[in-house]
């Protein structure tokens, strides 16, 4: 079966550092691999996904993602922090290999200190 | 405005009661999802429906009640309902035929069972 796994709860990072939200997939053939954000009492919003083709893919908000297939990682990156980036982030794959029924993994939540 | 409108925002029903949850889309989608967001778990895919045809019911108790009369609008019908089911409930979408893999959440709806 598709999942994800992120295996972090909670992130801390200071104003302007760069940050990283982990994500790992268990996959069978290509993976579809996707990244999405949850601002505080708001529904999940989309920020980027990875298909096929370059292993950084750039996403909303300034935030981009590296699919790394030998670690069967795709870990979310922004170079320097905004306090507004807090907020919960899912990693997430289709249950089956091309359709849109996503499964997420268990969210990760980010705050970024002033 | 996300393009997905969930009413109501908030619901509080006691365990007897009969209530619904209204899912509207205005992106001219074929696919809507019910999905369950309890704390400290991951989202759960609840039901999925193509083309206004139940495709996927993820094991779901039957005192949830999915209604897709269109394309556009997906009911989530609830009774005799238990505090476990206490929970904030995301309706999404998608195109369902392109298989772009994103989906559009709605703001959701939260859930008090008392």
């Known amino acids: 079966a598709q999942s994800v796994a992120q295996p972090e709860d909670q992130v801390n990072v200071a104003e302007g550092n760069p940050l990283t939200v982990k994500c790992t997939y268990s996959?069978?053939?290509?993976?579809?691999l996707f990244w999405y954000v949850q601002y505080p009492n708001r529904g999940l919003q989309f920020l980027l996904k990875y298909i096929t083709g370059d292993n950084l893919v750039k996403g909303s908000y300034g935030f981009e993602a590296e699919f790394n297939k030998s670690q069967t990682s795709f870990h979310l990156k922004k170079p320097s922090a905004l306090v507004s980036d807090s907020a919960l982030y899912f990693c997430?794959?289709?249950?089956?290999?091309?359709?849109?029924?996503?499964?997420f993994g268990t969210g990760t939540r980010l705050t970024i200190i002033p | 405005e996300t393009g997905v409108t969930q009413t109501p925002r908030h619901l509080v029903m006691g365990m007897t009661n009969k209530k619904s949850l209204k899912c509207e889309q205005h992106?001219?989608?074929?696919?809507m999802y019910w999905y369950k967001q309890s704390a400290k778990k991951p989202l759960e895919l609840m039901f999925v429906y193509n083309f206004k045809e139940q495709t996927e019911n993820n094991s779901v108790p039957s005192r949830f009640s999915p209604e897709c009369p269109n394309s556009s609008h997906l009911f989530l019908h609830l009774h005799t309902l238990q505090p476990e089911d206490s929970a904030l409930y995301l309706c999404?979408?998608?195109?369902?035929?392109?298989?772009?893999?994103?989906?559009?959440f709605g703001e959701g709806s939260r859930l008090t069972v008392l």
């Open positions: 997430a794959v289709p249950l089956d290999f091309g359709n849109e029924k996503l499964t």
């Open positions: 992106l001219g989608h074929n696919a």
């Open positions: 996959v069978s053939g290509n993976p579809y």
């Open positions: 999404a979408s998608s195109p369902g035929v392109q298989n772009t893999g994103e989906l559009f």
